[in-house]
């Protein structure tokens, strides 16, 4: 159940015409009042008799009178308005039912609590089966202000008890960083033009395409005018830009206007000073030598993700979400057409779990995004998408793992938010890993071949070796281990620097998680014989895992932060 609460200024006559009215897609279905602050207010949809627009009037006035009668002593905001809307998926309530929710609205928030003869007028108006319409004046019936402190925080509190009280979809509780729903009215506009989304999640989504592909301000604008976003700079006396505006073309108001949205009002961190520090973490550094595959070097950032996750250094974590989250923004756009529409709504619903009320450090994060960046600037070659299969898995499990980081620290919202994105992440690493594995079988080695590599599967991990040599992956495993030898490394070595990498205890399929480990470990530079020797392990924990190796600790919660 969602309550939010709007302020306004003068009376509230056009605020009553428009409850009564038929809407503006003629959605309001026989409005009427089902509860009011004397349960026998004039209803304007139950006085058949009479011209609706004179009992219109009529309540208007009612409403209004404490205000009036204050004259030029009356505070500039007039009057309160919340709409109360049920989740698609809740049962119809019934007036009684909505009747009750309004009551305990209003007294939460402070506009009229119980037994109080002298709370201010209030009425409820329903025109739809999911959602009411709470009108109010901020004047008493005595003449003094209401004390309405941190009503939004009250009210929201109070939707979470109605919630359970009602047996209706239980809401998340937000830590004040979420991104602004669309309105009701933005929603019908929506559905009128054809629609499926409204133009405040398409700017939001461009927005953040723009912030994660861009090297400075200048491209920034630059890609933002190539997908169609026009932009309104908002400039200080020096003439410095202080803020920005966004339109979309063909969104236009009443007047033929563009309807602009302010960069925080499409999400807290959309805001032109925000906008800038994420784009400070894009200036190149020196360095002496880039590695020649982005696809490894974005996986290797995505895969210490979990690390940071696991320290106890706040800020860092809060950068690497941020910067996970900007990663999944632009897989998109690269990823084969048979998952983009999974990876979208991956991108669209972890966008709530990349704030907290932590200030994020960006420090940490540059080299994750320069290689997503280069991926999506110059599309390095990766001739059968094992690249971006490496690249979603380590996603996926990064995701896994700020789901368990919100859990801790109790941000209900963005750990629900991590795990629905997880389950578009599931559905679209389906998409993309099942071909590739399934080129990789097809050069499987000779049995005898298959029989050696068992056996150091069977040394190496020998409470997985059942599971991956039955498995459907062992022959996509199997090649890519021959393929290692072939090009110079040692299969024991390599496989014992995979494990070194992380545990196998959370992934849902280990002799997945290994393929793409060796594979991209494979592709570096074989070390000599001498060097081989020298890295060779020379004892082992029961696991497996070398004894000097330090992994991080998965989630608890296993059922959601398993990999494939």
């Known amino acids: 159940m969602i309550p939010k609460i ?24 026989d409005p009427h009042l089902v509860a009011s602050w004397n349960d026998f207010a004039p209803d304007p949809g139950r006085s058949p008799h009479r011209d609706p627009k004179a009992v219109e009037k009529q309540l208007a006035a009612q409403l209004d009178q404490p205000v009036r009668m204050l004259g030029n002593r009356a505070p500039q905001t007039t009057f309160w308005h919340c709409p109360v809307r049920a989740a698609p998926e809740d049962p119809i309530l019934t007036d009684a039912q909505w009747a009750d929710i309004a009551r305990r609205i209003v007294a939460a928030a402070g506009i009229a609590s119980d037994g109080d003869e002298k709370a201010c007028r ?53 830590d004040g960083t979420a991104a602004k729903h669309p309105t009701s009215k933005e929603h019908f506009k929506a559905k009128r033009l054809g629609q499926d989304t409204t133009a405040r999640e398409v700017l939001r989504t461009r927005v953040r395409r723009a912030v994660a592909a861009a090297d400075s301000e200048t491209e920034f604008f630059s890609l933002l005018e190539a997908t169609g976003v026009t932009v309104r700079l908002k400039c200080g ?230 599971r991956i040599l039955n498995g459907p992956a062992w022959d996509a495993l199997a090649t890519v281990l021959a393929e290692a030898e072939a090009a110079g490394h040692n299969a024991a070595t390599i496989l014992s620097q995979a494990l070194g990498q992380r545990t196998l205890e959370d992934a849902h399929n280990p002799a997945r998680a290994l393929t793409w480990r060796i594979r991209r470990l494979s592709q570096r530079h074989a070390p000599g014989p001498r060097a081989q020797a020298a890295r060779a392990p020379s004892t082992t924990q029961r696991t497996g895992v070398p004894a000097h190796s330090t992994t991080a600790a998965p989630p608890p919660q296993r059922s959601s932060a398993r990999r494939r």
Not at 7 to 21: E, K, N, P, V
């Open 6 to 29: 709007i302020l306004g200024q003068g009376g509230t006559r056009g605020l009553i015409r428009y409850l009564f009215g038929k809407g503006q897609a003629n959605e309001h279905v």
């Open 122 to 174: 209030w009425v409820a108006v329903r025109h739809a089966d999911d959602h009411i319409h709470i009108a109010a004046t901020l004047v008493r019936q005595d003449g003094r202000r209401p004390q309405r402190n941190h009503d939004k925080r009250a009210v929201q509190k109070e939707a979470r008890q109605i919630e359970i009280d009602h047996g209706l979809r239980q809401l998340k509780a937000g």
């Open 237 to 466: 006396p020096s003439g410095d830009a202080l803020g920005c505006n966004f339109a979309l073309p063909g969104n236009t108001n009443e007047n033929g206007d563009p309807v602009w949205f302010a960069g925080s009002t499409l999400s807290p961190d959309l805001s032109l000073p925000k906008i800038r520090e994420r784009l400070a973490t894009s200036v190149p550094e020196p360095v002496t030598a880039r590695p020649s595959n982005p696809w490894h070097e974005a996986t290797a950032a995505t895969e210490r993700i979990p690390h940071h996750l696991s320290a106890a250094d706040d800020p860092a974590a809060q950068g690497q979400l941020v910067a996970l989250g900007a990663t999944l923004d632009l897989l998109p756009i690269t990823a084969p057409a048979a998952a983009r529409a999974e990876l979208q709504q991956a991108a669209i619903v972890f966008e709530r779990a990349t704030r907290s009320r932590i200030t994020a450090d960006l420090d940490s994060t540059r080299v994750l995004r320069r290689s997503v960046q280069a991926i999506w600037r110059d599309r390095p070659q990766d001739k059968d998408g094992a690249g971006f299969a490496m690249l979603l898995d380590a996603a996926f499990t990064a995701v896994a793992f700020a789901a368990h980081w919100h859990r801790t620290r109790q941000n209900a919202q963005q750990e629900e938010a991590a795990g629905r994105a997880l389950l578009h992440l599931r559905a679209a690493y389906g998409q993309v890993a099942e071909p590739v594995l399934a080129g990789l079988a097809r050069r499987a080695p000779a049995q005898q071949t298959k029989r050696r590599l068992a056996h150091h599967i069977q040394q190496a991990v020998p409470e997985y070796a059942e």
